[in-house]
């Protein structure tokens, strides 16, 4: 009998333990949402070989580039 009493309250503190890690979760993830959702998409872009700002940072360059090009020290 004591020894299914032990681990009866083995099994309560786990799942004590368990919810309180659960609701911390839920409340960060309620605080930052957000910004994980924008990370995790981030990073999805990354890994996957696209993403959306660095390919505009290169149509940018390449547009200043030529509008460079064209002037001369006058334009300075």
Request: glycine letters at 10%.
């Amino acid at each position: 009998m004591q020894k299914a009493r032990q681990r009866g309250q083995g099994m309560v503190e786990y799942i004590i333990i368990v919810a309180v890690v659960a609701l911390g979760s839920i409340a960060v993830y309620a605080a930052f949402g957000d910004v994980l959702r924008a990370q995790v998409g981030n990073a999805t872009d990354v890994l996957g070989g696209t993403t959306k700002s660095h390919a505009t940072d290169i149509t940018d360059a390449k547009t200043k580039a030529t509008n460079n090009a064209k002037k001369d020290m006058s334009s300075y």
